[in-house]
């Protein structure tokens, strides 16, 4: 049985719909991604999660038994909540922000300052703990953010877009700390992301569009939906080569952001035939390289999955 | 050694419900006492400005206007009680308007995802404004002597008691706007439109007795000059009948009871309004 299941979630705002029967499953002590685009629907499934918006319809089960987060507080003190904001007080010193975070789930004031110094350690924060939030960096404050989630010691972690704002190091690093951390204590993870980067390091995702789940699986089992490797060619007039390229090689190139993306069982022996297809000046670079995660949702979809991330 | 982030073999039996409310308000007052003495333009922003307004418009009319019904009391005198509701006012106007971005990215997020009911989020951040107010309020009420007001005289009892009621009441207003409106430009249009009138209409100013028409009985349903006019019967004590016969011509308890109302009225809208779900 799952730990999490969220059954045929529905919501609308108006005339849109944000979530169209979302369902997805996650087992205890799982790291489960939600990879979609913006307005896919990610944060209205996150915030209906952490009972802060009302779901039309659909249901949320725990260990099987039905849960409203919005009606439990017994139930939200199960969770830990990562907002895509850092949900800090940038006035407060990390440490301030740390002791308010373990009062308000009531743990008590030596076993929080116990845990508050090993989270600092943790996180690398220990030597900037007494400094304002505000000084922090955007990697800090979300490894601060994190650090003060997790001192109640939630069952599940709930994230919404943990990376938005982050460098790929400092994504690198707070996953790293997270997998650190899950290495101690078993800890089941739901994150929504659009970066295929951070998709990367769940055990299992599902790939939402328009409110949905269009394909789920390892990131694996993800990739391997992309038939071979992905050749990327640019070019002046990308639809036209496309169209060539679809004659000539029975292949189906796709535009996407200007660029032709062609996926081939063989790459590497098409590529030689490919560019003396084209009269020298037609094609400006061409590449090749294994599918990423943002090639599935382009597979599955004909479209990017975030314009920063192709 | 053990690292305390590691799993413990028997759960320890989760707070109550009830004890977890109670922290979520002592987490949000203490974070708006932290915060109000951290800054301190803010802590001085709250009291000069009321200050040069006293100081100001109490001077500058003095000389010029006689009030009927106000005896011998100078303006500056008059205004004093007024502009004590003023700290007030601007007080609850500061720490609830942060609760627009601060619910959209910042601290507050993480109280309405805890196990906090929404009813104890609003009772912990008027709480929080409360508390900032009467410090303001006090260090304010420091100067009644320069009003010529005997601090022997003053029936602090009451002062305490509208004050507290009157802060209550405006805090929980500020934040029940804050929560509905959920843009600052919406708060700044309601601050002028709806706060600074309500104080304006509420005697600080004026005396009811002297608004020409509709002004006056506007005023007797203004719930804040209840409590203008409260504080101004404190501060005089035993001496507001000799003094100064400027209030509603009501009796302090029916002062104390308008202010009270209005005080549980608005943490139940506010409560209502933050306790709904979009």
């Known amino acids: ?310 | 050694m053990e690292s305390a982030l590691q799993a413990t073999a028997a759960k320890p039996a989760r707070p109550s419900t009830l004890r977890l409310n109670l922290a979520a308000i002592g987490v949000l007052v203490r974070r708006d006492l932290k915060r109000f003495f951290r800054q301190r333009s803010r802590v001085a922003g709250a009291l000069v400005q009321p200050l040069i307004f006293w100081l100001v418009i109490g001077g500058g009319l003095a000389g010029s206007f006689r009030m009927p019904g106000a005896g011998d009391v100078g303006y500056i005198q008059y205004f004093y009680p007024g502009i004590i509701v003023l700290v007030v006012l601007f007080t609850s106007i500061f720490t609830t308007m942060s609760v627009i971005e601060d619910r959209q990215g910042g601290f507050l997020q993480a109280v309405l995802v805890s196990p906090a009911s929404r009813t104890s989020i609003v009772l912990g951040k008027t709480l929080g404004g409360v508390l900032v107010a009467m410090v303001q309020a006090a260090v304010f009420l420091a100067l009644a002597p320069f009003a010529g007001f005997s601090l022997r005289a003053v029936d602090w009892p009451l002062v305490a008691a509208v004050l507290v009621a009157t802060s209550v009441a405006l805090s929980s207003l500020g934040f029940a706007l804050a929560w509905w409106l959920n843009s600052t430009q919406g708060y700044h249009v309601v601050m002028s439109v709806l706060l600074i009138p309500l104080w304006v209409l509420s005697g600080a100013m004026f005396p009811a007795s002297g608004a020409r028409g509709g002004i006056g009985a506007l005023m007797k349903w203004n719930p804040v000059a209840y409590g203008v006019a409260g504080l101004r019967r404190g501060l005089y004590g035993a001496r507001f009948g000799e003094l100064s016969s400027t209030g509603l011509g009501s009796s302090a308890a029916l002062e104390l009871l308008v202010v009270t109302a209005f005080a549980i009225v608005a943490v139940a809208a506010a409560a209502r309004l933050c306790a709904r779900r979009r």
């Open chain 1, 1 to 310: 049985m799952s730990f999490l299941r969220i059954e045929g979630l529905h919501r609308r705002f108006g005339e849109r719909v944000a979530l169209d029967g979302l369902t997805v499953e996650v087992a205890r002590g799982e790291t489960f991604g939600v990879l979609g685009p913006n307005g896919a629907g990610k944060s209205t499934a996150f915030q209906i999660l952490a009972g802060m918006l009302a779901a039309d319809g659909g249901r949320i089960l725990l260990d099987g038994a039905p849960v409203d987060p919005a009606r439990d507080p017994q139930l939200r003190a199960r969770l830990g909540v990562v907002f895509q904001q850092p949900s800090l007080d940038g006035k407060l010193t990390g440490r301030e922000n740390l002791q308010l975070g373990a009062s308000l789930y009531c743990v008590p004031r030596a076993i929080a300052r116990r845990r508050i110094d090993d989270a600092l350690d943790l996180f690398e924060l220990a030597d900037r703990a007494d400094e304002p939030a505000e000084r922090y960096s955007g990697g800090m404050r979300r490894r601060l953010e994190l650090a003060r989630v997790l001192l109640h010691e939630p069952e599940l972690l709930v994230m919404d877009e943990p990376s938005s704002g982050l460098d790929q190091a400092s994504l690198r690093r707070f996953w790293a700390q997270l997998g650190e951390l899950r290495k101690r204590r078993s800890l089941t993870i739901l994150v929504t992301t659009h970066q295929p980067e951070e998709a990367e390091q769940c055990d299992r995702l599902a790939v939402i569009d328009r409110g949905r789940v269009i394909a789920e699986g390892t990131p694996e089992e993800l990739r391997a939906r992309v038939g071979g490797d992905v050749i990327t060619v640019e070019a002046e007039a990308p639809d036209e080569i496309a169209r060539a390229i679809a004659e000539t090689f029975a292949l189906a190139p796709r535009v996407v952001d200007g660029r032709i993306l062609v996926e081939a069982p063989r790459a590497h022996e098409l590529i030689p035939r490919l560019v003396e297809r084209f009269p020298s000046g037609r094609l400006r670079a061409v590449g090749m390289r294994p599918p990423s995660l943002a090639d599935v949702f382009v597979k599955l979809t004909g479209r990017a999955l975030a314009q920063e991330a192709n």
